[in-house]
Each structure stands twice: as structure tokens, then as C-alpha cells.
């Protein structure tokens, strides 16, 4: 396994830039998701990383070494992708040998890596079958097995679960994870579920336009997002915003009211950008302090043990608080919430956190 | 949910359409087994014992040089499919999967040869051939119809590469398979079954030729059957037998290349690949 280090890397297709000066160093072994909406270059940039894309600019080093004029197989990479891309008209043991029989390795260790990765997978059974003959979930185990059998570096995953139906796809997700640590795996995985993002990453990369906006550990962009788009994109349901002005004795939210908070190191009179997510926002009696908010419940959902309501307030702005247990709360109830000092967060004017 | 009756109609219309094919067909085998007499004087009736006659055969089967001209048709016929498969297929797939200049041009250009016969170019192409000094060979005759074929197999078989997904060529690559690699062992076994289509489409108009045969390779022992034939049809005395014997015996090659081109057309060959 090995390390991935990207250094200022660009592309662009014809005039339009898709990648711009991405940074970005992936540590051996450890497993990297890059998340971020449609279009915002994150298949691109796995894609440079595999050699299917030309990059217009910068280094990508694997293992120590400068690939970016390499082609895909001389970089010891290996790809699963999001249709699986299985050989049709082979059956699941020759799909998976089919890269090492023409790297010229001996027969008798393609059918002993093959049977490796076969046993790992579970796939013993399937290896005479043809592709069309497997369900979705086998396909994308094959998939795997026949980039385990490769033996690269580094295994690049294209949203490998968007093919999958939800209960799948959460015990692939798992097997996933299982197998980043038995194969001790440098991985780089692409997806647009934040789910996925959050339970299999070391390292979540969110990206937007092109360039990456945070990175770090899942829990780290969880609870200090660097900037409002993190903040929105990271977490369901999404964090509330508030806009408002620092003045001296809090923030003011205009029709909203006045919040009492610690006041934060931009001037006054800044415009800023109040973030707190539902499960940090309490649905309050009149008794206790803190900061806290006038509201109308406009509905309640239901989840179970949790819970939802939407909170409409004074200046129409809707805002979703997490629930627990029966509230008896009803659509139309007048309802005050309490924020939770401790996490609030506070954006500039230029949508950077402030601290 | 089909209504039994236009079921019945369609079946109806494609088996009077097959006869109608076929009758010309059966007309020629059964005739073909039959004495001179019986021929001219009872045609539509199939051979009986008493006029049953295998003296075409013997003729077609005596005559050393009708052998050849069998050899002939099957060897221009055979090559013509194979470099018209291997240099479609490879041009489709260089026009699909590469960008570079020229390429939506040049797919117009390689189009144009569909619309325009290539019998406008007889006397061209009979210089070329002349100057090369491939007249009377068989090289001549498959260099002609490969050209001839060439323009619709590119054009089918683009489109059949272009319906094969990118993921799967992509997949190659990261296996590290070469361009030549990738085409001959994902994309050829993938579109078999439009090879298949092409094959077929090719190879009856060139088994049936007289045309180009007649043009270049007329005589030094290439002639084609279709060309052979000719040998029994004399300006006062045809000689009916053979040539009936020689036209049936000419139907079982073709027939034979057909079936097995026929097995491969089996559809959702790339269901499977991917999702």
C-alpha cells in the first residue's frame, strides 16, 4: 500500500476549470472519501488519480512516485466502478484474473489470488457464473474481488453503492469497512451519500466547484465546519441558518429577536451568519436561560424514539429542531426552542467560520 | 395482449411471402434432378422415378475446373468477410472511442460509400486493378468487395461499439490492457452479434456477383461460380442439366456460412455488464 499526494492539481475541459489547485494527501493505509454535490469534480479528481483523465496541471505522486504521465495499470491502481463494468462475456474467475493474465503472471498464482479474494467474499460458489447471472450485490463483490486480486496500491471506489438497494447497500457498506482493515487498504472512495461519508472515512474531502472546501476528520467537519457550505452539506437533516448582526449585546437576528451570545471576534455591526443543528436546538418551557427563539410548529415528523418539528419563525424563516419521545406538540402550537450555546456556529460575511 | 386474428394475418402474410421466395428456389433444385425432357415439358413437377436423371450432377461433379471455381467464390467470399469484419470493426472503434481531428469528417467520407454504387467506379477501379497487375486474381476481387463493404459494417458497427459502456473500456485500461488488447478482447467478443449482421449482409451479394468477377478475374482459372456457371449456357446449346445442378450445388455453401453466422446473432449478449 502507499501514500497519495496531489499537489496543485488542475483541469479543465476546454475553457471551463473543474478542478482548481486541489491539494490533497492521502496516508498510507488510511481510507479518504471524497463527498460533495453533482458536478462538483469529485469523480474528476478520482479519475485523475486513476490515469482515466488527463490533468491539465500539477503532480499526483503514488507511492513516492510521479504518475501523471503513467497510464492506468503502470500506476498499481485498481478502480471499482459505480456500474460495476464486469467483462459479459466472462464468468466471475476470469473477470477477476483478467488484468494479472496479461500482466504475464503464472496461471497457478492468478487462480491462487483469485481464490483468495474469492474466499474473502464469499464468491467460492459464484466463480463459474456469468455477470448476468449474479444479483446487484454479488456483481458488486466481484467488482471488488477484481480489484483485491490486482494487489495496487491504492483502490479507487466510484460511488460503488448508488446501484444498490438501501438495505445493500448499508451491509456492503459494512463489508467495506471490513475490508479496509483486513487489507490495511489506502483507499479513495467517491460518493455523494454524506451516510457513506461519515461511517467509512478517516478522512472526509468535501469538494464544491471544484476545489476542496474542508478536510478532515469526519467528526471534526461535523462539529467545526469550515465554512457555510460544509455546514449545510454535512449532516441530515441540514443545519439551521440564521442571518443576523454583531452588536453589543448579542447577535440580532432583525424579526426574530435579539440573541444573547458570547460575541464573537468580528466587528460590530458585521453581518454574519448564525449555524445550530436540530439536535442542538431543545424545544423549551418559559423557565431556564440561554439563548432561545419564538417560534410557530408548522409540522411534526415522527421517526420513532426521534423526531422532527419545523419551526416557522417571526420573519418566515424555517428552522428544524430534533425531537425525543412523545412532545405532544401540534401543527399551529406556539413553541419557544432553546439553543445550545456550546454549539452554535458563526459564519462572516464571506461564509468562513468564526471563532 | 395480440388478437389471435392479426396474429394469424401476419403469419399469413410472411408464409406466402416465403414461398413466393422460395419457389424460384425449389424450382431450380427440383429441376436440377430431372431429365432434359422432363424439364422443358413438365417444370413445375417434382422428379419422379421415371424421370429422375443425376446427369447435371455427374457433368458439374466431372468437370475438374468447377471445383475450383467453387474454391473460388468460398475463398473470395470468406476473405471478403474477414477483412471487412476486422477492418470495420477497427475503424468503428478508432471513429467511437478516440477524439482526434478529423474524425466526424472522415465518418462522413467512410458514409458517402453507402449512397454511392461502387459500380460508377467499374472503369477506375479495372485500370487500378490492371496497373497493379492483379488482373485475373482472386487478391483483385476481395480488395473490391472489401472496399464495397466496408462503408455500411463501419456504420453498423459504430453504432453497436458506442452502445457498449465506458466503464467497461475503462475497466481494461486499469487492468492494463492495450488499445489492441481492449478491442480484441472486450469489444470484438461484445459485438458479435452485430458482426454476425454485418457478415451476412456481406457475404450474399458477394457470393452472388457476376459483375466484378466478370470485369476482373474473367479467365486463368479465378473465375467465380457464379462465372463458371456460364460455361453450360452456349449461345445455340444450353446445357440445362448442368447448369440447374451447378446453381443447387452453389446455394450449400452460402446456406452453410449463413447458419453459422445465423448462431451468433443471439441478442443480449452485454446485458449484465453493467447495473
Known sequence: MAEVRIENLKKSFGAVEVLKDIDLHVEDGSFVVLVGPSGCGKSTLLRSIAGLEPVTDGTITIGGRKVNDLAPAQREIAMVFQSYALYPHMDVAANMGFGLKFAGTPKAEIEARVGEAARILQLEPLLKRRPRELSGGQRQRVAIGRAIVRKPQVFLFDEPLSNLDAALRINTRVEIAKLHKLLAATIVYVTHDQVEAMTLADKIVVMNHGRIEQQGKPLELYYKPANLFVAGFIGSPAMNFFPGTVTPDGIDLGADGMLAVPLPAAGLGCKVTLGIRPEHMRIAGDEGGGPRLATVVELVERLGETGYVHLRLPSGTVAIAEIRGDTGLRTGDHAAVALDPAHLHLFGPDGRRIS | ?275
Open chain 2, 1 to 275: 395482449m395480440r388478437k389471435p386474428l392479426s396474429a394469424f394475418m401476419v403469419h399469413a402474410i410472411l408464409g406466402l411471402y416465403t414461398l413466393l421466395a422460395l419457389f424460384p428456389i425449389v424450382l431450380v433444385v427440383m429441376n436440377s434432378f430431372k431429365a432434359k425432357r422432363a424439364i422443358f415439358n413438365t417444370p413445375l413437377r417434382p422428379p419422379l422415378p421415371s424421370n429422375f436423371d443425376p446427369i447435371g450432377y455427374a457433368r458439374v461433379f466431372d468437370d475438374s475446373s468447377l471445383a475450383f471455381y467453387y474454391l473460388n467464390s468460398i475463398t473470395v467470399t470468406v476473405g471478403t468477410i474477414f477483412f471487412t469484419l476486422l477492418f470495420g470493426a477497427m475503424a468503428a472503434w478508432a471513429l467511437t472511442e478516440y477524439k482526434f481531428r478529423w474524425n466526424t469528417l472522415l465518418a462522413l467520407f467512410l458514409s458517402i460509400g453507402i449512397m454511392v454504387p461502387i459500380r460508377l467506379g467499374s472503369v477506375a477501379i479495372i485500370q487500378l486493378v490492371a496497373e497493379l497487375n492483379l488482373i485475373n486474381t482472386l487478391t483483385a476481387l476481395i480488395l473490391v468487395y472489401t472496399a464495397q463493404n466496408l462503408p455500411l459494417a463501419i456504420f453498423i458497427l459504430s453504432e453497436f461499439i458506442a452502445q457498449i459502456p465506458k466503464d467497461l473500456r475503462e475497466a481494461a485500461r486499469c487492468d492494463g490492457l492495450s488499445e489492441y488488447n481492449i478491442f480484441f478482447h472486450i469489444i470484438l467478443p461484445l459485438i458479435r452479434p452485430a458482426m454476425a449482421t454485418v457478415a451476412v449482409f456481406t457475404m450474399i451479394p458477394v457470393w452472388n456477383d457476376l459483375w466484378f468477377p466478370l470485369l476482373l478475374a474473367p479467365a486463368g482459372g479465378k473465375q467465380t461460380i457464379t462465372l463458371g456457371v456460364q460455361q453450360f449456357l452456349g449461345q445455340y446449346i444450353t446445357d440445362w442439366n448442368a447448369v440447374l445442378a451447378a446453381l443447387s450445388t452453389a446455394i450449400v455453401p452460402v446456406l452453410l456460412l449463413y447458419v453459422i453466422f445465423s448462431r451468433q446473432l443471439i441478442r443480449g449478449l452485454t446485458s449484465g455488464a453493467v447495473k
